[in-house]
């Protein structure tokens, strides 16, 4: 299998100098065709900044200072905006987390679906997206104003649009926290049918761990800009190597090992500087060692096959099979 995405050593940053604060830092994975991965990780971690700089897509006041972004062979860093833009437009698709701040309030829905796709695709392939998404009532969601659609509907459409124009590449960003919980099922279903079916990259950003471990290949965890641990599911999420990989978990009902207690992970993600020489999580990890998880920054360590963890002292040993 071929990567469609490929990232290098990416870091985005808030300031300048030795101060500056790290929104992602030193970031490298890839993703081959075909592939559903999950992102996971509290508010602040990054995915969202991680996601949406697939496409170049930066927060206010974030820039780049090292790294690529690799899209289907696109530099994406240093494209043209309008290769950019045809990037954007046709091979990779974002479906937003706020579904109706995500479409155009000057336009109506079916012009919106027309413009996403081009050529605009046949009648009868758009109708059976719809209705694969569960939007049945086709010609009045498609005269629709967007402020017309609940919440819901808005993405699900959203997610029609993503569908329709057959892209290399999808980033969901909690595609589904709209709809009820059996229309959530059948979405992330038809996602990741999809993805396997046409070969699309799928990267599915979201705090639901029930669903990641379900319709995911792979799983990355992040933590305050970087991937602390990635690999493969289930046996990340069985034997997590990194301890707020393990703390995450626990903290999630009905993925607490037996006889656990649900506990909460003390403290917030706190944002980490570039010149920061310690474990960004060691303030509220129950492993750390002052010694060295407060005077080194873990670097990733091998854990087993195409499984990687930044920690000094993971919970599986280095080279576990
Ligand atoms: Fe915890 Fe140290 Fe590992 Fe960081 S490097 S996660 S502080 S054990």
Redesign the pocket.
């Known amino acids: 299998m071929s990567a469609q995405v490929k990232i290098e050593g990416l870091s985005l940053a808030y300031g300048a100098g030795e101060t500056a604060v790290l929104a992602l830092d030193r970031i490298t994975l890839t993703s081959d065709r075909g592939q559903v991965l999950g992102l996971v990780g509290e508010s602040g971690s990054g995915k969202s900044t991680l996601g949406f700089a697939l496409g170049r897509l930066l927060p206010q006041g974030v820039r780049p200072t090292e790294g690529r972004v690799e899209i289907c062979g696109l530099d994406v860093w240093n494209a043209e905006i309008r290769a950019l833009r045809a990037l954007r437009r046709k091979r990779l698709r974002f479906i937003f987390q706020d579904p109706v701040s995500s479409l155009d309030p000057t336009r109506r829905i079916g012009r919106q679906i027309a413009e996403a796709v081009d050529p605009v695709a046949d009648r009868a392939a758009l109708l059976s997206i719809m209705d694969e998404v569960g939007l049945h009532d086709h010609d009045r969601v498609l005269s629709a104003w967007p402020h017309q659609l609940s919440g819901g509907m808005a993405q699900r459409v959203a997610i029609a649009i993503a569908l329709i124009a057959e892209p290399d590449v999808i980033v969901a960003d909690e595609a589904t926290s709209a709809l009820d919980a059996s229309v959530r099922a059948r979405i992330l279903a038809l996602l990741r049918e999809r993805a396997k079916a046409r070969g699309i990259t799928l990267w599915l950003l979201s705090h639901d761990l029930h669903a990641v471990r379900r319709y995911c290949d792979r799983v990355a965890v992040m933590y305050a800009g970087r991937i602390?641990e990635e690999g493969p599911l289930p046996a990340v999420f069985d034997a997590p190597a990194?301890?707020?990989t393990a703390a995450l978990l626990a903290a999630t009902p009905g993925l607490e090992r037996p006889g656990e207690t649900l506990p909460t992970i003390p403290g917030t993600v706190k944002p980490h500087r570039r010149a920061a020489v310690d474990?960004?999580?060691?303030a509220r990890?129950?492993?750390?060692?002052p010694d060295?998880?407060r005077t080194e920054r873990?670097e990733p360590l091998s854990v087993g096959t195409g499984r990687s963890v930044?920690?000094?002292?993971?919970l599986l040993k280095q080279g576990t099979p």
């Open positions: 602390v990194h301890p707020y474990c960004a999580f060691a990890c129950a492993h750390a060692r060295r998880c873990p930044l920690c000094h002292f993971p």
